[in-house]
């Protein structure tokens, strides 16, 4: 399924200093997800459209932001091409905040350029997130990449092998046998197959707060895996994922310059910052800084909940 040329396209008009790549970073699962990539500077994102599957493109242009649609999605993943690509993303008040504390003031002019995207689907998320629940970053890409390679359908457009995401119903009918060899165990297996079931429901979700509800009702999904998915559906910027191993630390050690810290301190170092506490986290991520090591290095996420 390829085509020699977009189906459409749309020129977005960026703010001065964006970046593309930071920006769209959270999309990709890591430099070789099947479904999202960034190639020769373009990022290419494969999904699923109430019209059928597609792909955009997005690639600067002359201080412009070009956007592509492939596939019979062309039209709607274009509508939303300027929120995918984060520059719907609403910093109002965000100077102010970030005055409150001389690093985080010092990131947010860093950092001007890297906005947070909101591709407006829960479920392609969700696949994601709890396929990363309590393992490894390296063991929940392999197993998440094997799962898209088994239900594999080629996405539309120039770029291959780009692949679309499982469709929700292809999941929830796949009995746990399926999953096993990915090494995903049966609880995260039927996890998926409940949410999966309840594709639908979420993805009619009215915003953030309503997901978050709706996510949570779910068995297996706690708040972790709900901010996980909110952030990249909605932009939440407010999103902070609670239950991590290594976030408590890095913003104890950020904000306080303690070596070590639980979630409840966590949550009162970025009070100050109530409506972006997500996009503090984002910063602290973007910039590199991380906690002193003590012992043995953790996997990444490997004690997060769920």
């Known amino acids: 399924m390829t085509e020699t040329g977009p189906a459409a396209t749309r020129v977005l008009h960026p703010p001065v200093g964006y970046r593309l790549t930071a920006s769209v970073r959270a999309l990709t699962f890591s430099p070789y997800d099947p479904c999202a990539r960034v190639a ?33 999605g062309a039209e709607h993943v274009l509508a939303r091409a300027d929120a995918i690509a984060g520059l719907r993303d609403d910093l109002t008040g965000f100077t102010e905040l970030a005055a409150a504390h001389p690093l985080v003031a010092r990131l947010a002019r860093e950092h001007r350029g890297l906005r947070m995207p909101a591709t407006g689907e829960v479920f392609p998320r969700l696949l994601r997130a709890v396929f990363e629940q309590k393992v490894t970053g390296k063991e929940a890409y392999r197993a998440y990449a094997a799962m898209v390679r088994h239900f594999r359908e080629p996405a539309p457009g120039p770029l291959q092998p780009l692949l679309l995401p499982p469709e929700a119903a292809t999941v929830a009918a796949a009995p746990y046998w399926v999953f096993h060899p990915f090494g995903v165990e049966q609880r995260r297996a039927d996890t998926l197959r409940r949410a999966a079931a ?37 932009g939440d910027p407010d999103a902070v994922s609670v239950g991590d191993y290594h976030i408590p630390n890095t ?34 991520e973007a910039a590199g800084i991380r906690a002193p090591k003590y012992g043995p290095r953790a996997p990444i996420r490997s004690f997060a909940r769920f």
């Open 251 to 284: 913003v104890a050690w950020a904000l306080a310059g303690e070596p070590r810290g639980d979630d409840a301190r966590m949550m009162a170092l970025l009070e100050p910052f109530r409506g972006h506490r997500g996009r503090v986290c984002l910063l602290l």
């Open 40 to 72: 020769a500077g373009t990022f290419w994102w494969a999904t699923r459209t109430p019209d059928g599957p597609a792909t955009l493109a997005l690639r600067p242009a002359g201080g412009e932001l070009l956007a592509e649609g492939y596939g019979p």
């Open 198 to 234: 309840l594709a639908d429901r979420l993805e009619r979700s009215t915003d953030a707060t309503d997901a978050t509800r709706r996510l949570t009702a779910i068995p297996g999904i706690g708040p972790w895996t709900a901010a996980e998915v909110v952030r990249i559906a909605y």
